[in-house]
């Protein structure tokens, strides 16, 4: 915390900045209101210099912890420790874009006396060219990744700024411009002596495109099962997912995923999941999956992914059917494939050879760059399936 009070003001204005780029609200008069709240404290009491800040800023109840990162991220002492992409501070991270994170990491590793009018944030460019640790991390294969390196990229899937794709609903709300709403056009008529002066207009509300993952857990998918498990739990802190996880037989981990604590939550899966690195029989699990959950969770135009190497021990045939039967009900039907990223790897397996003709999209999921592709093709979605 800065000590000489004209350094004061664009250190403030610096972290409200921070603010705004995690998605609070700090403008012009929440700036003012902070200045004038800490005129009536005492700035060398950290407790009432953040308690200041944060009856400020904090408006509702989720912006509570981006507060509390954002305050220990800015006003920690600089790490030079710390690598390229990753925020300094504490180990909690901010609901912010990759480049806009590599920005301000590059900032905030100046000392206090640069932090002033003349160097802010807002000047330090996105990207830098030369050697990125992040672009490295990015292509490295899940399997040859260490544990710190998991953490990293557990961070990097928690800032991915792609959202599901939008669809259209039969429930219409009030708008600008769209097809006519008679009735309330006709109820202002009546208020206005039967004469009809103004049409009202309505459209179909929008809303972002249910997820369905379907993740194998088996033995030959060892390797691959916690970041697989971490990229569920990053999904399902954001967007409407159901997620299943099979082996031998098929277990749905949704309530597993609702922790917002990833280390109880994939606790909680490794205990509810009782056949971990077990055999695999996908037709199997897509049998009961279409039986007892797919009327459930298939509504609303579904996309549904399948995360397996495509080894089976089941028969060919009876995965085929259940894969024809799931693309029905399904608004698209994704197959992620770790294995292939892997140099001249063809799906020649009878298990993959069996479902390859029947997904719209078969894809690789063997680092954080195949997930980032995922990520663009479920944000350009059309709102249309296409046709098969």
């Known amino acids: 915390m800065p000590e000489e009070a004209p350094d004061l003001l664009p250190r403030l204005g610096a972290f409200a900045r921070l603010l705004h780029d995690a998605g609070m609200e700090a403008g012009p008069r929440r700036l003012t209101d902070a200045t004038r709240a800490l005129a009536c404290v005492d700035l060398k ?5 953040r308690n200041s800040l944060r009856t400020v800023f904090v408006s509702r109840k989720d912006e509570l912890p981006v507060f509390e990162a954002a305050f220990d991220i800015f006003w920690a002492p600089p790490d030079p420790r710390a690598s390229a992409g990753v925020m300094p501070g504490r180990s909690r991270s901010l609901p912010m874009s990759p480049e806009r994170a590599k920005a301000w990491s590059a900032a905030l590793r100046l000392n206090t006396s ?161 056949d971990f690195s077990g055999g695999t029989r996908i037709g199997d699990a897509l049998s009961d999956f279409n039986r007892h959950w797919a009327r459930r969770v298939l509504g609303h135009g579904a996309v549904v992914i399948i995360v397996s190497d495509g080894w089976d021990r089941g028969d060919p045939a009876r995965l085929t059917a259940e894969l024809i039967h799931l693309r029905r009900s399904s608004h698209r039907l994704i197959w992620l494939n770790p294995l292939l990223g892997s140099e001249g790897y063809q799906p020649l397996t009878r298990g993959m050879a069996a479902a390859l003709p029947h997904c719209d999209d078969f894809l690789a999921a063997h680092n954080l760059k195949a997930l980032d592709d995922l990520g663009r093709l479920l944000a350009g979605l059309n709102r249309r399936s296409r046709f098969r």
């Open 114 to 274: 640069q932090m002033n009018r003349e160097q802010d944030p807002s000047t330090v460019p996105a990207s830098s060219s030369g050697y990125s640790a992040e672009e490295l991390l990015r292509h490295k294969d899940f399997d040859q990744m260490t544990w710190q390196e998991t953490e990293q990229v557990r961070k990097l899937l928690e800032q991915a700024p792609w959202r599901v794709a939008e669809r259209k609903t039969r429930r219409l709300r009030p708008a600008h411009a769209g097809r006519i709403d008679l009735r309330r056009s006709a109820r202002h008529a009546i208020r206005s002596s039967g004469e009809l002066i103004q049409l009202f207009h309505r459209r179909p509300r929008v809303r972002r495109r249910p997820l369905v993952l379907i993740c194998d857990v088996s033995g030959s998918m060892e390797r691959y099962s916690r970041l697989l498990m971490i990229f569920a739990h990053a999904i399902a802190r954001r967007e409407d997912l159901e997620a299943f996880v099979f082996s031998t037989r098929l277990t749905r981990i949704t309530r597993l995923l609702r922790y917002r604590d990833l280390d109880r939550s994939l606790d909680s899966v490794s205990k509810g999941v009782h």
């Open 45 to 49: 009491r950290q407790a009432d210099f």
